[in-house]
């Protein structure tokens, strides 16, 4: 068989599956078994995974602290990938007394693993606008098990009253994605 009739045969092959290709077997230039990293597969740094969480619930804090926002859960497919976890909060301050502030936690599993945003620079609902609280953490769990990621607020002083997934006259969205980083 000449090479030109070769090609045509592949060419046929290629286009009878549609967009499917399939081979019997794939080498290295050397003619040996290619590893993932020759494939691009699970190579360090790669994006594994994506999930998000999104809650629109408008919830409100006067003085006490709860689970707030959204959540999230991924599975891991290594137990040396990372997890990177980014968070926005839509929200509004509503009053703060005798200098309140807290602080926006950051769990894994019901576990605290970052603290971010003192909410007390958040916009008044007297002037109908809010702003967003956000993070990035990345994250080293050393699991295949499920992780739930999500938020929380707790005072540490005074008395301040927020709401989550508010801007302003109208309601918003929070999210919270996870992204499995290969390691």
Request: glycine share 10%; aromatic share 6%; charged share 10%.
């Amino acid at each position: 068989m000449s090479k030109q009739s070769e090609l045509l045969n592949l060419t046929d092959a290629i286009t009878a599956n549609g967009t499917a290709l399939k081979v019997d077997t794939i080498q290295t230039a050397a003619g040996g078994v290619p590893t993932a990293s020759d494939l691009g597969i699970n190579v360090a740094g790669t994006v594994l995974q994506v999930v998000q969480g999104v809650n629109g619930n408008e919830t409100a804090f006067a003085g006490t602290g709860g689970v707030c926002g959204a959540s999230v859960t991924i599975t891991p497919t290594s137990a040396t990938s990372k997890i990177l976890v980014l968070v926005n909060l839509d929200g509004i301050t509503v009053s703060v007394n005798a200098n309140g502030y807290g602080k926006f936690i950051l769990s894994r599993n019901s576990t605290s693993i970052s603290f971010f945003g003192y909410p007390r620079n958040w916009e008044s609902v007297d002037n109908a606008s809010g702003t967003t609280m956000s993070t990035t953490y990345l994250d080293s769990p050393a699991t295949t098990s499920a992780l739930t990621y999500s938020t929380s607020w707790a005072p540490i002083s005074g008395t301040v009253t927020l709401q989550i997934n508010r801007d302003g006259a109208s309601t918003s969205k929070s999210t919270i994605t996870a992204m499995e980083v290969a390691g």
